[in-house]
């Protein structure tokens, strides 16, 4: 008892749990509703991963190419996610996404500009126009800091009429959650610990929302930070909830391989946009060997009509170095095993012999300062060496898709962003995550909002469980008989790379699960040195257990889908099922071990399937759902016709 | 290509620390950041140290490696030489929590005191229209990582924790100039604001900030200059100064870096003093300090708006007037040449000497 009555409490409506893109636009909608609203940061407020977005936020504000509309996105979006998405979020998303980047406007954004004086747009693997509002390559700074900057005139706001910054929106920096606290089947309060002071911290509020990003510190190659641990996800699973599409891991084709110190640093899509190609170690411009049947269409078939594009993309096809992403990963990671590939392991991307340093230094500012000064890589003069990094996870917590409000038996707990699932189906295109951010961070924060209007009586913290927490969180500190929290990660990060990496077999996956329960072992036992003050391994020891349970996840389901699509590419089942479209994995949890189930996808309304060609359909639809979409064409035909 | 190499890291808290020597495995093309996660997961696993995104982009890693503020993920081990001892210790102007972590909650307040961006009342989302050349200046301001190595390297703060209150430093500075600067902030006053409350007139332009600025961008010559140099033009009002030269010669002048921290952020011409930088003042502590060479912070008066009559105009005629001629512009008092510890002149080489 003395443990949980000295530890400090605070009351909020609205806990947002995760200080990214998702998070902030979460906590701004939950404030503007009248909600007394906590954000939780990991790192410091404004340091969220969300920073190292760079090529832009998708919206069809049509102002670059004026053909572009929400249909367009919708279809590129379900296109990119080979169909496997959930259509009304792709739906949703398409159709906000404008009013969202315009919105950021009116917080002080500042995006690059079109000679009309709009928002200017660019080109993007897998829009068909140019789509992406930026900011040179620094958009996803942009969007954080603007984020930031509105979250502070609320405060500023609340200061003149409350004198108190932190009245109704508060930022809890340097603060980790562990523990959802439930009473029955709601969310009754989050539990965790100041990173700084390593003391202990209890959020009762009725309603949370999960922005915490995605899981990438599992691989050793990873575009991600540290922060990135699959905390929400571990959370969501823990509360009740259930998580989708978990098999889907997009590898980022081209991030840095060469030098070390930039290692799964991402080289932004936009310097392929922008000119650049990718070549293997015998100098061929090799992507036109790998363009799929099902895009054959949309691309170009020689170097010259591709070169065309980049200043006439009417009346030529694109150049297949702008393929969907999980395509070129593949792609790349074939040249590689074939011998083709550069020193360090990856391929050649070459700018410099295309463009003029002037011009490259111009549209990829700070790419070309990036490298300079951490790698003192010239990209003006060389090309670079890349090859393909862990950069998102497409599954997560599912959620309906209008509320953001977790499925499962759980209620209060909302999420958002990178966290949730379903949106990106099986592979994200570039741009849709910033956009999916606002999107989806504000539904997810006005519905937490009116969830906790909607309550009669609060639900009330336990304090065993919080007795409960405070034991699990002390425990690494306290055992001093296990192994380096460091030594755990590496080893956790060497099986799924190596075993459920890009390329996935079945042994290596079966071997995988057997491997990661044994590590559940080792992390159940594992032992921090240090104190409660700022202490590193401590974290990390406590993010282990999130991220060895979101791994089996990830192996779970990668076992069980016996094709490939997207951002789960399986060598014994080397082609799309369209039978598999139809089927969500579905993750749970019972006890401490995950179940896996199938689950069918919701069918998409007339009018959106009706936005298809029935050409391009029959690439990923069953012969019985084609039969359904030859019967609805004649319908409309006939309806038509009186 | 990997050698062992001397590294010395602060190690310790607010209740005091002292540098402990390590030796440490370095591969060729790592940074000072890989170094520290080596000795994470070796020597040192609680050796506190923030890091996030390692790719420059997040300003999470700010450390002063060998006395120089940087970031540690942008600090390449080749720039060292084979057998240079590596030392790293925490920022020094703000306090310690723990071995290279610091508290820069400082920041984080005076970011909060900075007014917000006030968007234009009478355009609708959608609608905002503003040209490239006009959004770059205030977009160069914008990279800026809050990564707040200008702030620790700044000398107003860096050593004097008394000029804390007053003076929220440079990355406060190019965010009052970016909006300044912003084609459709509403706000008019943003100059007036960054001298008044912010502390603008400590800074004498040593360009520390500048130097130190991972994503160089040009804090003195394309933010902090421009803010004084409007402050200065507009106070520097001739009409303004010869109103107040003939009606209210004599009043105590009002200064205004120290102005009470609540209140209003605007100091309104309605507020009375005289300013000069010419010699014309009558503040002698300002005077006192003008001699002492060029000092961009001492404390300069506020302006006076002239003291006009209903029509809104100056109640000057000939047949009032005292004198049979037009009055100097310059002000009675002021003869030429001036006398040269009166002028406000930097020397391009004076930064050299000292």
């Known amino acids: 008892m003395t443990t949980t009555t000295r530890i400090e409490r605070h009351h909020y409506d609205v806990v947002v749990i995760g200080a990214g893109g998702a998070g902030l636009r979460a906590a701004i909608e939950a404030r503007l509703a009248g909600k007394k609203t906590a954000i939780i940061s990991k790192s410091l407020f404004g340091k969220a991963h969300t920073v190292m977005a760079e090529g832009g936020a998708a919206a069809a504000m049509g102002n670059v190419n004026s053909r572009d509309n929400w249909q367009v996105h919708f279809r590129d979006t379900m296109r990119g996610g080979k169909f496997l998405n959930n259509f009304r979020m792709a739906e949703l998303h398409a159709k906000e996404s404008p009013q969202r980047i315009w919105e950021l406007e009116t917080y002080g954004a500042l995006f690059d500009r079109t000679k009309d004086g709009k928002i200017s747009q660019r080109n993007f693997g897998g829009h068909e126009y140019p789509r992406l509002a930026h900011v040179g390559d620094r958009t996803g700074l942009e969007l954080i800091r603007t984020l930031q900057q509105k979250i502070v005139s609320l405060q500023q706001e609340d200061q003149r009429e409350f004198g108190s910054y932190d009245a109704r929106i508060r930022v809890f920096s340097e603060t980790t959650i562990t523990e959802l606290l439930l009473d029955g089947d709601r969310v009754a309060g989050a539990f965790g610990y100041y990173r700084e002071s390593g003391e202990f911290i209890l959020f009762e509020a009725p309603a949370v929302v999960l922005a915490t990003g995605g899981v990438g510190r599992s691989y050793k190659v990873t575009s991600n930070s540290w922060e990135y641990t699959g905390d929400g996800h571990a959370l969501a699973l823990r509360a009740g909830a259930t998580l989708i599409n978990m098999e889907f891991l997009q590898f980022h084709p081209t991030g840095m391989v060469w030098p070390p110190s930039v290692k799964g640093i991402l080289v932004t899509e936009s310097v392929r946009g922008d000119g650049g190609v990718l070549k293997n170690s015998e100098g061929k411009r090799f992507m036109f060997d790998y363009v799929p049947d099902v895009f054959r269409k949309q691309y170009a078939e020689t170097e010259e009509e591709a070169d065309r594009w980049y200043t006439d993309p009417d009346n030529n096809r694109r150049p297949p170095e702008l393929l969907p992403r999980d395509e070129v990963a593949r792609a790349i990671n074939s040249e590689v095993k074939a011998g083709r590939g550069s020193p360090a392991g990856g391929v050649f991307l070459d700018i410099a012999s295309r463009r003029s340093a002037d011009e490259i230094r111009r549209r990829l500012p700070s790419m070309y300062h990036q490298f300079k000064e951490l790698a003192d890589v010239d990209i003006t003069a060389e090309p670079m060496e890349v090859g393909p990094t862990c950069h998102y996870v497409m599954g997560g917590v599912e959620v309906d898709p209008d509320s953001g409000a977790a499925f499962g038996h759980v209620r209060g707990l909302f999420a958002a962003g990178e966290v949730s699932g379903g949106m990106h189906g099986s592979n994200r295109l570039g741009g849709n995550s910033l956009s999916d951010l606002l999107v989806f961070g504000k539904r997810a924060g006005g519905h937490a909002a009116s969830y906790a209007d909607g309550l009669t009586t609060r639900p009330k913290v336990a304090v065993h469980e919080v007795e409960a927490a405070v034991e699990t969180a002390l425990a690494p500190l306290q055992r001093d008989t296990g192994e380096s929290p460091y030594t755990l990660q590496q080893d956790l990060q060497a099986v799924m790379g190596d075993l459920v990496g890009i390329i996935r077999r079945e042994g290596e996956l079966a071997d995988a699960l057997v491997r990661l329960a044994e590590l559940r072992e080792r992390v159940a036992k594992v032992s921090a040195a240090g104190g409660r003050r700022y202490n590193p391994g401590w974290h990390l020891a406590l993010d282990l257990r999130n991220m060895l349970v979101v791994s089996e996840c990830t192996a779970k389901a990668a076992l069980e889908r016996q094709e490939s699509r997207g951002g789960h590419t399986r060598e014994d089942y080397p082609a799309m099922e369209p039978k598999w479209r139809q089927v969500n994995l579905v993750c749970a949890l019972d006890g401490d071990t995950v179940q896996l189930t199938r689950k069918p996808l919701p069918k998409m309304r007339p009018e959106l399937i009706g936005l298809f060609d029935r050409a391009e359909l029959a690439k990923y639809l069953t012969d019985e759902e084609l039969a359904d979409f030859d019967a609805l064409v004649a319908d409309a035909g006939e309806a038509d016709n009186r | ?354």
């Open chain 2, 1 to 354: 290509m990997s050698a062992k190499r001397q590294f010395r890291i602060w190690r310790g808290d607010e209740s005091g620390g002292d540098l402990q020597d390590y030796m440490v495995e370095v591969n060729e093309g790592e940074v000072v950041l890989d170094v520290i996660h080596r000795l994470q997961a070796t020597d040192a696993p609680d050796l506190a140290c923030r890091w996030n995104c390692k790719a420059g982009k997040c300003g999470s890693c700010s450390m002063e490696i060998n006395g120089k503020p940087r970031l540690g993920c942008m600090t390449r081990m080749s720039t060292f030489g084979d057998d240079e001892t590596v030392t790293v210790t925490p920022l020094r102007t703000f306090p310690v929590i723990r071995d290279l972590v610091t508290d820069v909650s400082f920041n984080y307040e005076k970011a909060r005191e900075t007014p917000a961006f006030a968007p234009p009342a009478d355009v609708a989302p959608g609608d905002y229209r503003m040209q490239q050349v006009d959004v770059e200046r205030s977009q160069e301001f914008r990279k800026c990582i809050e990564c707040f190595l200008c702030q620790t390297v700044c000398h107003v703060i860096r050593d004097h924790e008394e000029n804390k209150q007053a003076f929220s430093g440079p990355r406060y500075f190019i965010r009052a100039a970016e909006l300044d600067m912003h084609p459709l902030d509403a706000r008019t006053d943003r100059k007036e604001y960054a001298q008044a409350e912010q502390g603008l007139g400590f800074c004498n332009i040593t360009k520390c900030c500048t130097e130190v600025c991972p994503e160089h961008i040009k804090i003195t010559d394309n933010g902090i200059i421009p803010m004084k140099e409007r402050v200065v033009d507009r106070r520097y009002d001739p009409l303004v100064w010869l109103g107040s030269k003939i009606f209210r010669r004599g009043e105590t002048p009002q200064t205004s870096v120290t102005t009470a921290r609540q209140g209003s952020a605007t100091p309104g011409s309605a507020r009375g003093g005289v300013h000069s930088h010419a010699g014309g003042s009558h503040d002698s502590r300002a005077e006192a300090q003008a001699q002492s060479g060029v000092n961009w912070h001492r404390e300069v008066p506020h302006p006076t708006a002239p003291a006009v009559d209903d029509r809104g105009k100056l109640p000057l005629t000939e047949l009032t007037f005292d004198r049979a001629a037009a009055p100097s512009p310059f002000g009675d008092d002021v003869t030429f040449p001036l006398p040269p510890e009166h002028l406000n002149f930097a020397h391009p080489e004076q930064d050299n000497k000292h």
